[in-house]
């Protein structure tokens, strides 16, 4: 079973910056597109950032573009989500998940498959 744990939330100002890490558990994530994903207070979940196997083809969506940039490391089996002129509206649990995308393929982040990790609580607040 893929197993991903989210770290790296916080509070911050907003402005601010932070990075937030998805890290798989007895598994390479080098052959996995991952998405990132939050939930807000009351507000459905929704796909945020995704990045391709292999290629590292990446996508967000409109209203992080510009601000937010995924990464990966495949020896280290983490993909990173830099989040920087974090705004109120950024407050969130994000998720990370695997995408059921082949290999190299572009991400699609409405692919994603298996359970939710616990997520990681993000606050940008003054």
């Avoid at 409109?62 to 950024?90: C, P, Q, W």
Wanted: aromatic fraction near 10%; glycine fraction near 12%.
């Amino acid at each position: 079973q893929l197993q991903l744990v989210e770290s790296g939330g916080g509070l911050v100002q907003p402005g601010g910056s932070l990075r937030l890490s998805c890290a798989a558990s007895g598994f390479s994530l080098h052959y996995y597109a991952i998405g990132w994903f939050r939930q807000a207070p009351g507000k459905e979940r929704e796909g945020v950032s995704c990045i391709s196997s292999g290629v590292d083809t990446t996508n967000y969506v409109d209203s992080v573009k510009g601000r937010f940039t995924i990464s990966r490391d495949n020896a280290k089996s983490t993909v990173y989500l830099h989040m920087n002129r974090l705004k109120v509206e950024d407050t969130a649990v994000y998720y990370c998940a695997p995408l059921n995308v082949p290999f190299q393929a572009p991400c699609v982040l409405a692919l994603r498959f298996g359970s939710w990790g616990q997520g990681t609580q993000v606050t940008v607040s003054s």
